[in-house]
């Protein structure tokens, strides 16, 4: 049984996928450059990801240009074009658009005008060819743990499944995580950090009415977009600390099951908390049988887990889910999510976790990291 034992602040996560295509160095024949393209976005996403070398472009004779090997050209045409056309369903999410050689020469795309010419380079550069995607329909919510989930009178079977496949965690006495609130009435009241009021309760992903929720994290970071804080608002964070070892059902492990990502309950999950406010119903009904199990609070996924790490929403390999079938799947999945915990009732009051110090939180500084995709195709 595993422990939340130690406190983590703000670290910055990445991508170990997104890193490999950012940072790559292949030492490879450059072909392209930053300058070589007309859209706007494809030119700064060049130039940001491409390597600082004098000399002129081989294509577009620029000496100013950043530039750009094979590989480097394939990353920004999976940023641009893959991850840049993902549309998100109710559950689920896939990109309208996908590459590969055996589409060199023959790309059925129909990008905007000032965008062709910038295809032509990238497809004759890195020897591939772009085609609408016709995605797996697990891709897009057809998950049969999930349509269950849907279902009001399957869903006991599969909540039963949750409480007996996923793992006990503890989090430790001590442990310190943190609470934030923007615009307390009484902000140096430790009662101001507790579970909102009863009669205010339901609203969250896992609190329901007369079941209130207090919701923390050991990332600050998270604290902030969780609570929709902005420059205008007064912030501040508590940090909290249990006053016994406390028993929680952790939903952010990866599970290792035998079945395909039509069938798989840790698919299910993963697409449920990665879901917008029409998914609360079964995240609530979740959290209710889990303190019927006797569970003191759950450890689940931040909505904000992929935005924190820069992770792409379900990611593929030949159809194939890298967070099911990566050579180390656990260290993939825990690489982009970050883990909050949502305990039941009103601990303050009930003296089971207490408040160890409260703080003002000033923002000073606020940045967006992103990339851009086309308009149309």
């Known amino acids: 049984m595993g422990q939340y034992a130690t406190s983590q ?10 890193e490999m295509t950012t940072t790559s160095n292949d030492g490879g024949t450059h072909l392209l450059c930053s300058d070589c393209f007309v859209d706007e976005g494809l030119r700064l996403d060049a130039y940001k990801h491409g ?21 480097h050209i394939k990353a920004l045409a999976w940023r641009f074009f893959v991850s840049g056309t993902t549309v998100r369903g109710a559950y689920g999410g896939a990109p309208v658009i996908q590459f590969n050689e055996y589409h060199y020469g023959k790309s059925d795309i129909s990008p905007s005008q000032w965008l062709k010419g910038d295809i032509k380079l990238i497809e004759d550069a890195a020897k591939i060819g772009f085609f609408h995607y016709g995605p797996r329909l697990w891709m897009v919510g057809e998950v049969e743990p999930l349509k269950d989930l849907e279902d009001p009178e399957k ?16 989090l430790a006495k001590d442990s310190a995580f ?99 406010s029409h998914s609360y119903e079964i995240s609530r009904a979740i959290a209710l049988s889990a303190k019927d199990a006797g569970f003191d609070g ?13 992770g792409r929403p379900f990611e593929t390999a030949y159809g194939l889910s890298l967070r099911r079938f990566h050579p180390q799947a656990e260290e993939y999945g825990r690489a982009f999510t970050i883990p909050n915990f949502a305990l039941f009732g ?28 086309p308009v149309v195709y």
Do not use: W
């Open 298 to 310: 759950v450890i689940y996924p931040s909505f904000f887990s992929l935005i924190r790490t820069g």
């Open 178 to 276: 943190y609470r934030l609130r923007v615009g307390p009435r009484q902000p140096a009241d430790p009662s101001e950090y507790d579970s909102p009021p009863t009669e205010l309760a339901g609203k969250g992903r896992l609190d329901s009415v007369s079941f209130p929720v207090l919701y923390g994290s050991q990332d600050i970071d998270i604290c902030i977009h969780e609570c929709r804080a902005t420059a205008e608002d007064e912030v501040f964070v508590a940090t909290l600390k249990p006053q016994r070892d406390m028993r929680l059902l952790d939903l952010t492990h990866v599970l290792k099951e035998d079945v395909t990502e039509f069938e798989s309950l840790d698919m299910a999950i993963h697409m449920l908390f990665l879901a917008r």
């Open 346 to 373: 009103r601990p303050i009051e009930k003296r089971s976790v207490s408040v160890h110090c409260i703080n003002r939180l000033v923002l000073t500084q606020i940045g967006y990291v992103g990339h851009f995709g």
């Open 51 to 71: 390597l600082e070398k004098e000399g002129d472009c081989p294509n577009c004779k620029s000496p100013n240009g950043r530039k750009l090997t094979k590989d």
């Open 9 to 18: 602040t703000s670290m910055p996560r990445t991508s170990p996928i997104l």
């Open 155 to 170: 869903r006991s079977q599969i909540i039963a499944r949750v409480l007996k496949e996923y793992p006990e965690r503890t």
